[in-house]
């Protein structure tokens, strides 16, 4: 553990996933100023469990269910975006606003949790481009592609299982162009959620490497959240990270785990990839059942010191502590950089792919075919006034 302390004073752990926003908002409709996360007892993370756990950086998700689709998807994602902001004004001499590499090793240095932002599924954009770059200037810097739901664009992890029809194959075309337009912003695209059939497209079409940010190993654990290990190669190709998810129903398929089962995963994939694509990803305040030894965020340490124990290089674990994601993060920046001077791209997603009822179609309509709804609105109101005359 001495160790395992030493190389964290050295780099900071990042996380790659916290839900302690979407616990804002179910236990307190995220009324930031009723709440003291100095005392806050009834989440996995707080500010002394932080410290504790040494967090150098954090990406807190913006969470938002999936029965949002279609409704208040982004009004609610934009609240939940409010409140990392505000929890960072409210605790400025613990967490520092973050939105790339180098304001991680800013706030590392002045010994603050970096906090960055991630948007947990596409249904939180309503398959809007200009709405995801709106994110991306709120300091959004990744978007999981889907939650445990397909969008119009793109087919989740359940798809996998049986339990729900591909609708898309994967990615759609308007799918495909959101990956062009991630990369020219330098957002991270997260494969967390989404079907194999996505994994592979992604990883054929983006310039940028991608990150699994609560994702652990399929031959550990074969449930259809966790990355195969022929994925798990192709993001070692491609550089990109897999950051193991600490729940208990993805470390062993049941509802008990131990530290070591966690441990396993980390193995597994520098077994398979090496440990240049591995990174942590606990899923902290997002899931029900964590294992044995790792009961909150101020467990973490224990995992290093695991890995020290196994016979990992302190190389090794500094990568996988932090200095992989720092990797993927200047890439993804770097891929920006050269992309600055392409236009945004401005082709919506065709309206037959989006229509319903809580839906309007301006901008899609030409004055002719305005006109045409107007015949057609005329005609019905026609026969139902010769239907009640009748």
Known sequence: MTRALKLMSDVPLIDG????????????????NKVDLNTLSTTHTNIPKIKEGRLGA?????YVPCESQYKDAVRQTLEQIDVVHRMCQKYPETFMFATSS??????????????????????????????LRTMYHLGVRYLTLTHSCNTPWVDNWLV?????????????????QLIVEMN????????????VAVMNQVLDMSKAPVIFS???????????????????????????????NFYNDYVTCSKTAKLSDVADHFDHIKR????????????????????????????????????????????????????????????AEEVRDSLIGTSPDDTPIPYEEVKNLCRTSYGYQTDGAAHSLSLSTLALLLALAIQALC
């Open 17 to 32: 996933h916290n839900d302690l926003p979407w616990q804002l908002r179910r236990q307190f409709n995220n009324q930031l």
């Open 58 to 62: 954090q990406f807190w998700s913006a």
């Open 102 to 131: 180098q304001d991680i090793r800013k706030a590392f240095g002045m010994n603050k949790t970096a906090s960055l932002i991630g948007v947990e599924g596409g249904h939180s954009l309503d398959s809007s481009l200009g709405t």
């Open 160 to 176: 996998d299982t049986g339990s729900e029809p591909s609708q898309h194959n994967g990615l759609s075309p308007f799918g495909k």
């Open 184 to 195: 020219r912003l330098g957002m991270l695209i997260d494969l967390a959620h989404v079907s």
């Open 214 to 244: 609560h994702s652990s190993a399929y031959s550990v654990c074969p449930h259809k959240r966790n990355v195969p290990d022929d994925v798990l190669k192709r993001v070692n190709e491609t550089g990109g990270i897999v950051m193991v």
């Open 272 to 331: 398979v990839a090496g440990a240049g694509i591995v990174g942590f990803g606990g899923d902290y305040d997002g899931v029900t059942r964590l294992p044995e030894g790792l009961e909150d965020v101020s467990k973490v340490p224990r995992v290093v010191a695991e890995l020290l124990r196994r016979g990992w290089t302190d190389e090794e674990v500094k990568d996988a502590l932090g200095n992989n994601l720092l990797r993927v993060l200047e890439r």
